[in-house]
């Protein structure tokens, strides 16, 4: 057999493992024909398989491409801002002023341009995207052959491209119907959070992500103050509160989830939803750290995002997996508390699965070209990761240190 392309002595997750037993399968190999993998497996298989080109892996990891659960892309011109602030201040007094100044559809096609250039630099090949303006920057990710999730958002105050609040619900509505059957880019509804949307904002807005079969994105309960101002105003946890307005469901994503008691968590696996956690952006802000432990050990769909560049300040996936396995051994104290192959887990796998891709991640082995992205990125870096013609492939250079550098 004769294939275009072959990847020796690699390690990477097992293809075959079922949900939560994913181990770290060693000296495999991956053959890539007509910029699909037409097979996984251990050295042992492909002792007949030849190939046009082949790259010698050297025991390093190779991973499917990464998907970054959640970001601003646009907020890459926002990048650097205004440091050392609580999200509300950050908010009201830097970040909201500033994008009622400068966001306009080019800006949000070329800063998503940046975006997707420095995602897909460090392995990233799926994005989910919240923002305004949103028609542009899946514009962006659809010319650079990035796969998107795209979320058009609901506020309740003027945002850039939609001046009069009344019409965010027909404005997200427009988007849906412009995005729907592409082949890279599926359209979703983000409302911004409980803070800054009225329960009848909330309550539209997941109807029509309903009624589109679009994922709904939520922040909520990012920060104590968010979760304090939701109890105080309307006698809930913010995660109790969107729950007696019928939000939560398997089609909707709640981002940051880091102020949650027991309840919370139990309303969450009960209902199906899925969380991105953000650990650098909490970090950032000092919002507080999510619950990773005992979100996963409720079995709830978690997957991991950088959010905006403005909070991170960097769209790297590889670091962010970095940071996260860090804090939460710290948080709880334990080295083990939160393993590397869960991790993975969350940036590939179960990243998918929060967002519906799970079908377009990894391999069987068994060729089915459908199930592999086939954009048109390509992008070789010999220090940071090594793109496989446009099979949904990164290998990051991880080393011993377990981190691309
Ligand atoms: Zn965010």
């Known amino acids: 057999m004769k294939t275009d392309f072959l990847l020796t002595d690699i390690c990477l997750p097992d293809p075959s493992g079922d949900a939560g037993d994913y181990p770290i399968k060693t ?10 993998i037409c097979h996984i497996g251990p050295a ?4 007949t398989i030849e190939a046009k080109n082949v790259i010698n892996g050297h025991g390093q990891l190779a991973l499917p491409g990464l998907i970054n659960g959640h970001c601003h892309a646009p907020m890459t011109l926002f990048r650097g801002l205004a440091d050392d602030l609580s999200l509300a201040d950050w908010l009201n007094e830097h970040i909201f002023p500033a994008e009622a100044k400068h966001v306009t559809p080019d800006m949000v096609y070329w800063c998503s341009k940046l975006a ?3 995602m897909i630099l460090s392995g990233t ?4 995207d919240s923002y305004f303006h949103e028609h542009h920057a899946a514009r962006a990710f659809a010319d650079v052959g990035l796969r998107a999730v795209v979320a058009q958002g ?4 003027p945002a850039p491209g939609v001046p009069d609040p009344q019409e965010k619900i027909n ?3 427009e988007f849906l119907s412009q995005w729907r059957d592409h082949p890279l880019v599926s359209p979703a509804v983000f409302a911004h959070s409980p803070y800054t949307c009225s329960s009848e904002t909330l309550v539209a807005a997941k109807e029509l992500a309903r009624s589109e079969n679009a994922l709904f ?7 104590e103050q968010e979760a304090e101002m939701i109890q105080g105003r309307l006698g809930d946890s913010p995660v109790r509160h969107i729950h007696k307005l019928g939000i939560l469901d398997s089609e909707t994503v709640c981002i940051h989830a880091v102020w949650l008691d027991e309840q919370d968590l139990d309303i969450l696996a009960e209902t199906g939803v899925a969380v991105v956690v953000c650990p650098q952006s909490n970090l950032k802000l000092a919002s507080g750290t999510a619950p990773l432990q005992a979100l996963l050990a409720r079995g709830i769909r978690v997957g991991i995002g950088t959010d905006g560049a403005a909070s991170n300040n960097r769209l790297d996936l590889i670091q962010e997996m970095d940071i996260c396995a860090k804090l939460h051994k710290l948080r709880n104290l334990d080295p083990v508390a939160v393993p590397v192959d869960k991790i993975i887990n969350m940036a590939t796998r179960d990243g998918a699965s929060v967002l519906g891709l799970q079908k377009k991640n990894w391999a069987t082995g ?5 199930r592999y992205y086939s954009g048109q990125s390509r992008c070789t870096s010999s220090s940071t990761c090594a793109w496989l013609g446009s099979a949904d492939l990164c290998c990051p250079r991880v080393g011993h240190s377990n981190r691309a550098d």
């Open 116 to 118: 997707a250039a420095e």
């Open 217 to 223: 994105f939520i922040h909520v309960a990012e920060t």
């Open 27 to 36: 000296n495999y190999c991956i053959a890539v024909q007509e910029e699909s």
């Open 171 to 173: 404005h997200a509505a």
């Open 44 to 47: 042992s298989e492909f002792n």
């Open 366 to 370: 068994g060729g089915e070209k459908s």
């Open 125 to 128: 090949t799926t994005v989910a």
């Open 154 to 157: 609901v506020i309740d105050f």
